[in-house]
């Protein structure tokens, strides 16, 4: 469609092949310079960027005139030839830079007001800020880098397709307006004009429909799913964002795997990443002891240790002893060429503190002897018993699981984002498995979904359900890749029964269960195959493989962390008599 009514070619594909042609384009003008009696634009459209030039010598004085009164981005249809350029252009990357075009005839299609943010930056010139290019998102959209995420992202899908289509996989649309999902968010909700004070939910994900379809006898289930969670404000998390949805009948976790696998590997051959093979498996629990996260980088070492046993609560240092009663002293490990700086063990106290911990003791290995902070807190007992070599240095943090894990996994993440130039690999992928079912909800303590109530508890595990729940392993598993969650997915709950129990055990009376999940106990009891599936983050991938920074950056019109659409202004306010059209009046803000 290059060819159109407006054109006969796209400005930046012209080479010197095209020397002498006489073409029509049209785009926007990208930059305006005049010299004297000559003006050059650079043209912009879809493909790129062509110097114009209007001379005299060539350029009717009318055109000549409208030229230099072009302000940038007005958008033009110019006739002329193309012609090699004296001196090539400076821009290396653009394609055009041997030729430019002799304008002879200029046309006004739009003209534009002055750029609130500018498209064509100079060299070095920073970008205004996010606030105000998400306000004018659509001169912000014709910045190259994010027309280069916009279709990448339009591949990465494209392939996701024809991945799973080529395995069997049939793309079926679920409803937007539904029944509420629970996923561990709150839901959007829409009332319902028709029927008085009744509300739809926008889904969280389809999970339940996904599964009804396995129960429909569909076997092999996917969806491109938008999906939509009402969280409180984090950065960089999207109120609506896309899955790669997926469920299959008959399998065991083995069979999804590979699928996941499959669509990963196809994606990232797009950005041009070869072969990345079947990933490695760690059980949560390892992933939990060696990194101290479930969501591990595993591109570098630095693991977790364990050196609880080596200190002596009758001469280490009170605190410690106390804080070991029922907690541990775990730590890092480093050689001598990756110790840190006094300077830099202020930075990681910082990190630790905030993740709970009391502070960061440490100490380094002098001659034959632990000298630093640490050495004299943790005594004679632990100074003696830990082996190590001159010049390293151990980082340590004490105290229960929930506090050394978090608090270790950021110095962690820290010491590994300062050698990342010496990575091994480039693209550490992994499945962890066998997560804990449960959860605690820190506020009122009771049991909560580690993920979503659908996911089977381990075979092994089932009696647990009701005597110990806490002891629970779930059929869960996520991938992940530097660090970072990519998707996650489960084997289901087909047995009506035991979902029930879990229901139960989120504290759903036998009532609220029929209420809000009636259709689904329903359609179990119809007949119901053994299920599993996934979901793949898909904005986060596409932000991977761009090498974007933020999830906006490959989004078209994306929300801000405070969920707010500032180009199109949403959410809105609505007037008293558009609210009664579904029922609704608005109470006074101090009720
Ligand atoms: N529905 C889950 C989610 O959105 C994914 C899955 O279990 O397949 O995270």
């Known amino acids: 469609m290059t060819e159109t009514a407006f054109r006969t070619h796209g400005a930046g594909v012209l080479t010197e092949d095209h020397v002498g042609q006489q073409v029509t384009l049209a785009g926007w003008v990208h930059r305006r310079r005049d010299l004297g009696a000559i003006v050059f634009l650079d043209l912009r459209d879809y493909e790129g960027l062509v110097q114009l030039s209007c001379d005299p010598e060539w350029t009717p004085p009318e055109v000549l005139t409208l030229a230099s009164t072009l302000g940038a981005e007005t958008v033009v249809q110019v006739k002329g030839e193309v012609v090699r ?15 430019e075009v002799h304008v002879v005839s200029l046309r006004v299609l739009s003209l534009a007001l002055t750029p609130p943010v500018p498209v064509s930056r100079k060299e070095g010139e920073e970008l205004p800020a996010e606030e105000r ?39 079926i649309e679920t409803p937007i307006l539904t029944k509420p999902t629970p996923e561990g968010a709150r839901d959007y909700l829409v009332p319902s004009r028709v029927h008085a004070g009744e509300f739809y939910a926008l889904p969280q994900s389809p999970q339940i429909y996904k599964q009804l379809l396995m129960v429909a006898g569909f076997d092999r289930y996917f969806q491109i799913a938008r999906c939509f969670r009402d969280e409180d404000l984090r950065a960089d998390r999207q109120p609506e964002f896309t899955q790669i949805d997926l469920e299959a009948s008959f399998v065991g976790r083995e ?23 079947s990933f490695p498996q760690l059980s949560w629990h390892e992933a939990m002891e060696r990194f101290g996260t479930d969501k591990p980088d595993l591109r570098f070492g630095l693991e977790l240790e364990d050196w609880t046993d080596m200190v002596s609560s009758t001469d280490c240092a009170p605190f410690l002893a106390e804080s070991l009663q029922e907690g541990r002293l775990r730590g890092i490990r480093l050689s001598e060429k990756d110790a840190v700086s006094r300077r830099e063990l202020e930075v990681l106290t910082d990190l630790a503190k905030a993740e709970g911990a009391g502070g960061l003791l440490w100490m380094r290995r002098a001659d034959n002897e632990w000298a630093g902070q640490g050495a004299k807190l ?15 240095m151990l980082l340590a943090v004490s105290g229960p699981d929930r506090v050394t894990s978090p608090a270790l996994h950021v110095v962690r993440r820290w010491l590994g984002a300062r050698t990342a130039a010496g990575h ?12 804990p079912l449960f959860e605690r909800d820190p506020a009122t303590g009771a049991h909560v979904p580690a993920h979503h109530p659908f996911t089977a508890p381990h075979p092994d595990d089932v009696p647990f359900l009701t005597r110990d729940p806490g002891r629970c392993r779930a059929q869960h598993y996520d991938v992940v890749y530097n660090g970072h969650e990519l998707g996650s997915g489960s084997i289901r709950i087909t047995d009506a029964t035991v979902q029930e ?13 029929q209420r809000r999940f009636g259709f689904l106990l329903e359609a179990l009891q ?9 979901a793949l983050g898909f904005d986060r991938i596409a932000m991977l493989l761009a090498g974007a920074s933020s ?9 801000t962390t405070a969920a707010r659409a500032l180009f199109e202004h949403a959410p809105t306010p609505l007037t008293d008599a558009e609210l009664a059209a579904v029922h609704l009046a608005l109470r006074p803000e101090s009720e």
């Not at 091994?424 to 997560?435: K, L």
């Not at 139960?504 to 609220?512: A, D, I, K, N, V």
């Not at 119809?526 to 996934?534: C, D, K, N, R, W």
């Open 85 to 99: 350029r004296p001196e090539p252009g400076r821009d290396q990357k653009m394609r055009s830079r041997n030729v």
């Open 133 to 171: 290019r998400l306000r004018y998102r659509v001169l912000d959209l014709r910045r190259t880098e994010l027309q280069h995420n916009l279709r990448l992202r339009h591949e990465l899908l494209q392939m996701a397709r024809s991945t799973l289509c080529a395995r069997g996989f049939l793309e």
């Open 255 to 277: 069979d999804v795997f590979p699928v996941v696998e499959d669509v990963l590997a196809a994606l990232w051959r797009v950005a041009g990443h070869e072969a990345i093979g």
């Open 378 to 392: 943790l005594g004679g007992t632990f100074r003696a018993a830990m082996a190590g070599t001159v010049g390293e």
């Open 424 to 435: 091994e690999v480039a693209h550490a992928f992994a499945w962890i498995v066998d997560f």
């Open 501 to 513: 129990t879990i229901f139960g055990l989120l504290g759903l009376t036998p009532e609220e269960c």
């Open 526 to 534: 119809m007949g119901a195959p053994p299920h599993g599936g996934f």
């Open 551 to 559: 999830l906006r950056d490959v989004i078209a019109f994306p929300k």
